[in-house]
């Protein structure tokens, strides 16, 4: 699924931010901020990144949702709550995670979430 739209309450926080709806993503870090990704229709899917040069000891939290805003349900950081840190799953990629059964990796996705 492509990103149709991309946007942040903090702008400032990000240099090249509209990279992500290009084939070469290429977004600069800041300083702390949210990343809001449209996708533009609701996907059975998940949300991961790639980053190169992530810096040891980043606090990075993902989130999905079918409405604008972070999905927020049950107990913060458990799996019942979709705003949780990513979990390393290759050399560069980071996957958001929502249950314990991997078999179950996909969601409603309609929007993503970088904070």
Aim: overall charge neutral; proline content about 9%; aromatic content about 8%.
């Amino acid at each position: 699924v492509t990103a149709v739209h991309v946007d942040s309450p903090t702008v400032s926080s990000f240099r090249n931010l509209e990279s992500l709806l290009t084939p070469s993503p290429n977004v600069q870090v800041l300083s702390a901020g949210m990343i809001r990704i449209d996708f533009g229709t609701e996907s059975a899917a998940w949300l991961e990144m790639e980053s190169p040069d992530m810096p040891k000891g980043v606090q990075l939290l993902f989130s999905i949702s079918e409405t604008n805003t972070p999905y927020k349900f049950g107990v913060p950081g458990q799996l019942t709550d979709k705003i949780l840190p990513p979990t390393k799953v290759g050399p560069h990629t980071w996957r958001l995670i929502t249950t314990k059964n991997s078999k179950l990796l996909y969601e409603g996705v309609r929007f993503g979430f970088i904070m």
